[in-house]
Each structure stands twice: as C-alpha cells, then as structure tokens.
C-alpha cells in the first residue's frame, strides 16, 4: 500500500513564516497564548471549545423545522445542509444521506455535497461509501474548499488502512509528521505552514468525535511553534483516546519554562485545560440566543 501523502508539505503556503514566540514562554503567559490566537483565530476557537454543537433540544428543533420545509419548491440548498447536519448530531448519520441525496436529486452534484456524504458515511463507519464520495468531490470544481477535500481525502485513506492495521495510530499519524520533541521548544528556522486550518474546519463540521484528527491538528501546531494552541488539541485527543497522544501532550508541556514547578505539571495542565473547555463551551450555550 503507498505510502500516506504528506500534506504539511502537499498544503503548505507558497511563503515561509518565521514564528516569533518567546524563547523561555510560561503556559501562564497570556501574551504567548494571545498571540497565537491572534495568528490563527479559527482554530483557537475550535481547541479552546469556543465553537460548539448546539444542544440535541435544538437540533430536534430544526429537524422538525426543516423536514417539511425541505419538500417544498422554494427550499434552498442551505436548508438541505443544515438538516442534514442536525439528523447527523442526533446521531440520524442515516437519514442525514437520505437527505443530502435528495439535494443532489433537486440541485445537482457539488464538491461541498459529496464532502459532507464523505464525512457522513465515515462517521456512519462506512469507509468505501465515503471513500465513494470524496472521490467524487476531489474531481469537481471546489476552488474555496479545494484545500480541505485534500485533507478529508487523506483522513479517509488514513482510517482506511487503520481499519486493516489497528495497531497504525500507535506508530503514525494521518499526516505522517514525526513525533513531538521537547526539544523542539522554538522554532529557529523559517517553516511552511500545515494544514491546521483544514484540520479545525473538519473538526466543526462532523469530525470533532475523531481522536485521529485532533491528534493531527495538535502535531501540526506542535510543529509550527503554536505550543499553547497544541497543548489544546491533545487534550482532546486524549479526551478521545488516541494512543500517543498522553506522550504528546506531557512533551509539548515540557517545552514550557514553567514545567517542573511545584505548580506546573501534565496533570495539573490536564486539568486546568478541561476546566477551560467546559467554561467556555458553556458560556458560548449561554450567549446563543434562544438556549
């Protein structure tokens, strides 16, 4: 079986960046993690837990709204993604393809279309169906989300092969980075970007119950120096029960001046990461209008 592509380089900005983060930050040190939101606010959101599902109360909500509505002439193809995507986080995977076919049936056939009946066969457990899909996506025109269908292609080729070796998470990840070192505090050498973006995207939009793609979200922004960021992204990893990413977790902590200290350590890290997860999950519940 051939090798995985490796997007970190296959994805990478045509620029080299050059990351100016201090050389002895504290995980205390809100200037280093303010930065870092600063540079990627999108995915800030997605591993801080400031994007969140809404709650199922909701979704059951817009499917009672949305099944009619759907029916009708006037419908619009938006309305045909957000059912889909309720019926999805009810756990409906099911129903959610019926009602992507059927948008196909009344618009015809997109990337955007296919991308999502790849996610939602993945997450049904059905690989060659989504493997079927994001086929299909890749050879249609998709110049704004051109980027993420390469990564949700390498996903499923990943989980594919997983699928025939179950010990494979344990030895790579899906885009074949090397493992975090502790070394590797600061970056001193201008870098191409990876994929983080793509990752987040994926992460919001029916993929957050993967370890493997938060684990390679964290190893992509371990790599590019955005330490805090990373930190986050394991967490979750961990959370789901991806096999390295303990490890990873611990050695990203240790790139830390901070890490030793009678106050700073991996589990105490571990806890207060949790403890901002649900608080900001929570608070986003709070401010959405109507919950």
């Known amino acids: ?21 201090p050389v002895h930050a504290c995980f205390c040190d809100k200037d280093t993690l303010a930065t870092e939101i600063k540079a990627r606010p999108k995915v800030a959101a997605v591993v801080r837990g400031r994007v969140v599902d809404p709650t199922p109360s909701s979704d059951e ?47 015809g056939e997109d990337a955007a279309t296919h991308a999502r009946l790849a996610t939602f066969h993945a997450m049904d ?26 990564v949700e292609e390498t996903v499923i080729r990943y989980l594919e092969r997983l699928k025939g070796d179950p010990n494979l998470a344990g030895r790579e990840d899906l885009l074949g980075l090397a493992r975090i070192t502790v070394a590797e505090r ?22 957050g119950r993967n370890p493997h ?4 979200l964290g190893r ?7 330490n805090q960021l990373a930190l986050r ?16 977790f611990c050695d990203t902590a240790k790139r830390f001046a901070d890490h030793g200290s009678s106050s700073f350590h991996c589990p105490s890290v571990a806890k207060t990461l949790e ?10 519940l709070r401010h959405t209008p109507g919950r």
């Open 61 to 107: 909500e817009t499917i009672t709204r949305l099944s009619p509505a759907i029916e009708r002439s006037e419908a619009t193809p938006g309305q045909f993604d957000e059912l889909a995507d309720a019926q999805d986080r009810v756990h409906n995977t099911g129903q959610a393809i019926d009602v992507m076919k059927l948008k196909i049936a009344r618009f």
């Open 186 to 207: 600061v970056p001193k050498r201008p870098k191409i970007r990876g994929p983080a973006e793509e990752l987040a995207a994926m992460l919001v939009n029916g993929w």
């Open 125 to 150: 457990g059905n690989l060659g169906g989504a493997r079927t899909h994001i086929d299909k996506a890749s050879a249609l025109p998709a110049s704004d989300m051109a980027a993420q269908i390469r």
């Open 233 to 248: 992204a394991f967490h979750r990893a961990v959370y789901l029960g991806h096999p390295l990413s303990s490890v990873a």
């Open 275 to 284: 403890a901002e997860w649900k608080d900001n999950a929570m608070s986003r």
């Open 220 to 226: 992509t922004l371990a790599h590019e120096g955005d």
């Open 213 to 216: 793609v938060w684990f390679a």
């Open 1 to 21: 079986m051939p090798a995985p592509i490796n997007l970190f380089v296959l994805l990478a900005a045509s620029a080299l960046v050059i990351v100016p983060y």
